[in-house]
């Protein structure tokens, strides 16, 4: 690794690692000095010791909020779905891990499937700028969407407002299941959100190791042992290989 490699990533000398705090999958908890841990931040640290450079964790409650911060020169690598939209700023490796996304629907839904839901009339309740929003925003052709912030407020959105689908991660939908009475969650995906390594644009020396950082952590098993680690086996998905 050269050092101009290691001046654009850790330019400080810390690698600033953005994450989003939003995703309950990737931040499972706290390490005992209050850092996030879990797979992301676990990654992102593997990452600094690569460079040789202790890591620092940015934290951003929601994923919009880190994608727009990347012009503002406060975190050097952001860890987030990648998305075309985010793509016009922020180079982003291929996805380390995959996450299905799905809807959730109230009982007696006459929803059944995945195609069902883009239909006139069908509203939709999802977490704001989310990679799974922006999908959607590019994709739905006939169904409306109605953001709120984060997936606890599309859930109050979906159930205050009586709307027919609520978007979102299968796993954080099945953890609210129980909160709305007769509710299903419908099988298959729309999506399956790519969560990524991504830095600025300006830095494509940065970004062509960040890619092969991550390709190495998927083929030598790192990142499916981190998965076990943390406790996220089957709601988090090694991705496949560039």
Known sequence: MSDEIRDQLAPTGVLRAGINMANKLLVTGA??????????????????????????????????ELADAVTENVWDIGLIGAEPTRAEKIAFTAAYV?????????????????????????????????????YLSRSLKHAELHRAQGLPGALELFMAEKMDALAGLRPALT??????????????????VQQAVGTARTKPEAAAYLSDVVEDAKASGLIARLIEKHKVVGRLSVAGPA
């Not at 000095?33 to 460079?51: K, N, Q, T, W, Y």
């Open 175 to 192: 953890g609210d299941l129980d909160k709305v009475p007769g509710g299903r969650i419908l099988d298959g995906q729309f999506a399956a």
């Open 31 to 64: 390490t005992p000095s209050g850092d996030p841990d879990g797979v992301g931040p676990e990654f992102a640290r593997h990452i600094a010791d690569g460079l040789g450079v202790p890591v620092s964790y940015v934290q951003f409650p929601t994923p919009g």
């Open 98 to 134: 995959e996450i299905e996304a799905t809807y959730l629907v109230p009982e007696g839904s006459p929803l059944n499937t995945i195609e069902d839901v883009d239909a006139e009339g069908v509203r939709i309740a999802v977490s704001g700028r989310s990679a799974y929003d922006l």
